[in-house]
């Protein structure tokens, strides 16, 4: 059974970080994109960044040079490391899986992050 568990949300001030996880079981994590959404009340969800299986990177607009997305070493992990947050990144930050080779994807439930001072 395919799992993904974030944790590391909660609320931070402007300009402040956080770090995000998202740890993986029931997959071998080295075969599939991984990466994070995020929606906000009221918007559409939006792609956050995307690591792919080689680790390359991408991010909206909105967050490059903020946010760093990466693979831990143990391979089922990833992590959204977030820095200078604004009110605007509050949202509900979801994990995703894609496996590269037959396109079955997985989600986490999401963890709430607020910017807010």
């Known amino acids: 059974q395919v799992q993904l568990v974030e944790s590391g949300g909660g609320l931070v001030q402007p300009g402040g970080s956080l770090r995000l996880s998202c740890a993986a079981s029931g997959i071998i994590s080295s075969i599939y994109t991984m990466g994070w959404y995020r929606q906000a009340p009221g918007k559409q969800r939006e792609l956050v960044a995307v690591?792919?299986?080689?680790?390359?990177?991408n991010y909206a607009d909105s967050v490059k040079g903020r946010f760093t997305i990466s693979r831990g070493n143990a391979e089922n992990t990833v992590y959204l490391q977030m820095n200078s947050l604004k009110p605007d990144d509050t949202a509900v930050y979801s994990c995703?899986?894609?496996?590269?080779?037959?396109?079955?994807?997985?989600w986490g439930q999401g963890t709430r992050v607020t910017v807010s001072s």
């Open positions: 995703y899986a894609s496996n590269f080779y037959n396109g079955n994807n997985y």
């Open positions: 690591i792919g299986i080689r680790g390359s990177t």
